[in-house]
């Protein structure tokens, strides 16, 4: 049975962390935002003397990379046509095909917010997939308002919540707020929530005591006001149970998210990261966030002390889609037991290219590419609605 929520939950108006990290009403669809203008659960107090002070509370627990075996893959079924309007069917349908080309690999479970829809996603999505409605949710965006796992040297695994807000109160999400809580509970797993606001797809781990994320995401008064880049990179290192915080600027407020990291580069493993590079003709600021964090990775060092090696990838030239807000992305994939789960455009070259390039990166893993223009519509894809729980 999932965790029930604490007293304070239920009264977000007596819950300090409704109160300083709760969502706003402004209720904007996510489509409409998108290109608009514990030992680890440390106290961020303002005498924190460094970084390594704060993170070595984190003692031995650390978050493994993505794409160590797995238990399970949760996912969330999107129902919300306030939200999603005359894309909703199409998005139901990717986020079931996603979830049947998944649980070819590993289990996978499927939050619904009621039994109605449960129903809805246990016909769209088969029987190899397990649908839930105990577990309500606002969105299917899986990868932000779940919980992040990790593991000590014992062997022993408990549940990081990153106190989400709907990316910096853009929307209201209030049952998203406790998905990562309820998820921990259904897994059986001990809960703590991190010391700062953020999102599983703001942060890369390489599961050897690096992190890499955008400063735009998670240094941002939306979601942690009043802290500092050395407050806010000590509370993440210590929940992720890292040592090493490679920053990118990112782009503040060009889509919903303020330029997730998982959009553009990805850890391949330990020493070795992925970018994916716009066309060269291209000169937006999409693109020019690109090449900097390519830039930026080939002069950093990880936690280890090696020089990163850089894999670049480029992005398709054309898609099938003429939305503003799509999300042309093929490292959003989604690591999974034996297998890595992409998009494809329909640029026939590039898609080609993109599963030679994850082939040889990810030697022994199948490469599915799968048609999911409508998910990406709305400006996310694979690896946004998925989340990972590591064995």
Same mark, same amino acid.
């Given at each position: ?7 304070? *939950? ?14 706003? *009403? ?24 460094? @970084? ?86 606002? *969105? ?91 407050? @806010?990179? +000590?509370?993440?290192? +210590? ?12 782009? @503040? ?21 992925? @970018? ?11 693109? +020019? ?83 999911? *223009? ?18």
């Amino acid at each position: 049975m999932p965790t029930l929520p604490t007293q304070d *939950d239920r009264n977000p108006a007596s819950d300090s962390y409704h109160d300083e990290w709760g969502a706003s *009403d402004a209720g904007l669809d996510r489509r409409r935002l998108f290109l608009a203008v514990g030992a680890a659960a440390v106290s961020l107090l303002p005498g924190c003397r460094s @970084v390594a002070a704060a993170t070595a509370a984190a003692g031995s627990w650390s978050v493994p990379h993505d794409g160590d075996e797995h238990v399970r893959t949760w996912m969330a079924w999107p129902s919300s046509r306030a939200i999603w309007g005359r894309l909703l069917p199409g998005v139901q349908r990717d986020v079931a095909v996603i979830a049947a080309t998944i649980a070819r690999y590993e289990p996978v479970v499927m939050c619904a917010t009621d039994a109605r829809e449960a129903a809805v996603a246990r016909r769209a999505c088969g029987s190899e997939v397990e649908v839930v409605d105990h577990i309500p949710v606002d *969105d299917c965006w899986m990868r932000d308002s779940g919980p992040i796992v990790r593991r000590n040297s014992a062997g022993n695994r408990e549940a990081i919540g990153l106190r989400f807000n709907a990316w910096g109160r853009k929307q209201t999400h209030q049952k998203d707020r406790l998905v990562a809580e309820r998820v921990a509970g259904d897994a059986e797993l001990p809960f703590r929530r991190a010391q700062f606001v953020g999102e599983g797809g703001a942060i890369e781990a390489d599961g050897e005591g690096t992190l890499f994320a955008t400063e735009s995401s998670l240094v941002n008064p939306n979601r942690n006001p009043g802290k500092t880049r050395r407050q @806010v990179e +000590a509370a993440v290192l +210590a929940a992720y149970g890292a040592t090493k915080m490679i920053w990118a600027p990112g782009i @503040v407020g060009l889509d919903i998210t303020d330029a997730h990291i998982d959009g553009t580069a990805r850890f391949v493993r330990p020493g070795v990261a992925l @970018v994916q590079l716009s066309p060269p003709d291209k000169n937006d600021a999409w693109a +020019a966030n690109a090449r900097q964090v390519r830039d930026i990775l080939r002069q950093a060092t990880d936690a280890k002390g090696r020089r990163l090696q850089v894999i670049e990838i480029q992005g398709p030239r054309s898609v099938r889609s003429s939305s503003a807000d799509f999300l042309d992305s093929y490292v959003n994939f989604h690591l999974v037991n034996g297998a890595v789960i992409t998009a494809q455009f329909g640029d026939a070259e590039r898609d080609e290219a993109c599963r030679r390039a994850l082939e040889s990166a990810f030697p022994g893993r199948t490469v599915e590419q799968l048609d999911v *223009d409508r998910l990406h519509e709305g400006g996310g894809g694979i690896h946004c609605i998925t989340m990972q729980e590591p064995l």
